[in-house]
């Protein structure tokens, strides 16, 4: 939580096991980001405008595999 603050970031979401996190500013400030929070494991990433993403543990790849299997 204090590295999401230090960084004008801000938790969007809490699970189990995975943190949302939503970055917002130039290349720069999320490359930072990115940098600082990469050791922890990253999940999924999506660097665009205006998105969307599922409240889950995991990800949505891993959410669709399960999905499709069944």
Same mark, same amino acid.
């Given at each position: 939580?204090?590295? $999401?603050?230090?960084?004008?970031? +801000? @938790?969007?979401?809490?699970? +189990?096991?995975?943190?949302? @996190?939503? =970055? ?5 400030? $999320?490359?930072? $980001? ?11 990433? =999506? +660097?665009?405008?205006?998105? =969307?993403? /599922? +409240? ?5 790849? #891993?959410? $669709?595999? #399960?999905?499709?299997? /069944?």
């Amino acid at each position: 939580v204090d590295m $999401v603050n230090g960084l004008h970031a +801000r @938790i969007v979401d809490i699970g +189990r096991e995975t943190v949302t @996190i939503e =970055a917002v500013g130039s290349s720069a400030d $999320v490359d930072t $980001v990115l940098a600082l929070f990469e050791p922890f494991g990253l999940a999924e990433l =999506a +660097r665009t405008g205006l998105v =969307a993403l /599922e +409240r889950c543990d995991g990800s949505l790849e #891993e959410y $669709v595999s #399960e999905y499709e299997e /069944e």
